[in-house]
């Protein structure tokens, strides 16, 4: 009689690390293609579709390239936080935040000519950061849950987005909808023709993916981080420092998703508008962009662009198929539970044992030093 | 006149108190087993288009209430299974289960939107009670069937966790799962039905807000209250008797920002509820010193017998 067991890895084997990763996604896929044939669709004829009208057509393209920066801006951030274990869920609400300090230099500081742009992008890393550095303070000062922070301040940013355009912001030309005056023309991001990808936002975005794998892998502050993450303990004995470290990685997490609010308001809308329409999710669905990274900044290089990818299908599934865009909200949660869910078998080797010995004396799993949990 | 205002104003706060407890109430029992649970907003939606749809289709409101709960416990198996059986990062779990979960719902829910229940849960008088002065109108007029329940059932969570062996072991499993596991408890089963019963608290608080308050479906119908529960969880220290007034001062205050209206534009007043959570959690934090108070000491972390914590 066999028995299966579970011994721990000593490492995580690449191969499958990649292998599980590209799994969760492709079944979420499947998935995906199972819901069209339930709505009554030929899945393959809808999936055809899709694919046509994203990748094989330069106007699908471009709304794919379009949706990837934000999330390849704000994933790499993302990367920074989760390294250490700092859960920030509030990158919504730091995309916002951006955009509302690139929209105040748009709007009230006129005449800084060439320096408009760097002027946009630099409030903007500010104002996010200063934003996302309440819960970093609050955590590693008090011990205040990150989580819930982070993710209350979104709902704080949405509605304080929404006061402005209805209020203080509310445009003097407009009339009937709630936006700011249009931006001067000199803070317009140049795009690529025919599509609407703003090329300084996307420069910016994988200077940020490659800067920040150098950061975390050949300096002090990365090197804090790491430990930080995987071993907490080992890192107050190393020296590091928890206060400061923990300040500067939720800066640079939410400093990079505020650059991506920016770049939508400044590349796209023109003016400070609805913030679901600013946002659309982005800050959630760079989590997933960061975890699929699996800890490397520079994957978010290729990750974001899938995820970009879906998100550019949600709006043909509802344009050309005219079904529901909630399709793409499952279809992130379920390729995160599915990737959460394989875990175990990147930690954990499956072997078949005899069943007739005693399963405690036959100890086949050693106990192993464990950093802080098997996440 | 001013009496007038402080019951009414008693008397919504429970009224919109009430789902924010009975999250908050699922969330104390998955916790105290030691499993956060992150999923509940996903959860509360989920039970809120079932419960709805259900007695939209049929009538039944005990039928929309069962099935609001099972729905909720149906997502929770799975955030069980991954966090106590897979030994997975239930953090990552439970934010899956809410981005799918409300994904899921609004698209549920999408031809419901809009269209109002026949036969809604009704408010009612309670008989004696509601003739005492004062508290006759704050707390028996008017009010829902579940909000009783909720109440109910934050006394029986206490009475199990508190007075009760099956209690004892889940907030040993919570404390210290390898002192459970010597004593011959079974630490997996235990915080697995934690986080079910979680699951059902949620449904059920979806459910109030789709049959009872509102009553109607609309896109994000909990925005954001189960998120608001997790922080309740810790504001009233993992206690089921004090998430009754920790409910009840945040239902008061969603009720009061409305009655503000007058001084502050309402974008802002919208987001006074979520700003007052991260100052409440401040604050307790402030008051216990450093590092989380009271809270359960194996709190997410997976357990696997042989390896140290």
Redesign the interface.
Known sequence: MMRLRWVRRDAEPPFLTFGVSAASFLLAVGAALVAFAAYGLDPWVAGATVVKRTLLDGRGLGEVVRRSIPLLLTGAGLVVALRARF?N?GAEGQILAGAVAASAVALFAPGLGALTVPALFAAAFVGAALYGLV?AL?KA?????E???T???N??A???V??LI??PWRGKSVTGFSYSDRFPRETYLSVLDGTRVHVPTLVIGIVLALGLTWLLRYTRLGFSIRLLGEAPDAARYAGVKLLPTTLALAALSAGAAGMAGAGEVAGIHHRLIEPTSISMGFG?TA?LVA?LARGNAWATLITAPLLGWVLAAGDVVKVSLQL?F?????M???T??L???S??LLTYRPVLVRRSAPPDTN?A?R????AS??? | MELELLTTTLARALAFGTPLLLAALGEVVAERAGVVNLGMEGMMMLGAVAGFIVAAATGSLPLALLVAMLAGVAVAALHGVIATFLLANQFVSGLAITIGGVGLANLLGKEWVGKPLAAPMLPFDVPVLSDIPLLGPAFFTRQYALTYAALVLALVVWLVLFRSRPGLTLRTVGESPAAADAAGANVRRVRFLAVLVGGAMAGLAGAYLSLAYRPAWGENITNGMGWIALGLTILALWHPLRAVPAALLFGAFFTLSFRLQAVLPPELLTLLPYLVTVLALTLIAWRGGRGAVGAPEALGLPYRRGERE
């Open positions: 859960w869920i819960p609050l000062r008090l011990g205040v849950n989580i819930i922070t993710l209350m301040f709902y704080v949405l509605y304080a929404r006061w209805n209020g959630y989590i975890l529901p909630q399709l793409t909200d499952v992130t949660g379920l995160l539970l990737l959460v869910a875990e175990p100890q799993s106990p192993a030093p464990r949990g098997s996440e």
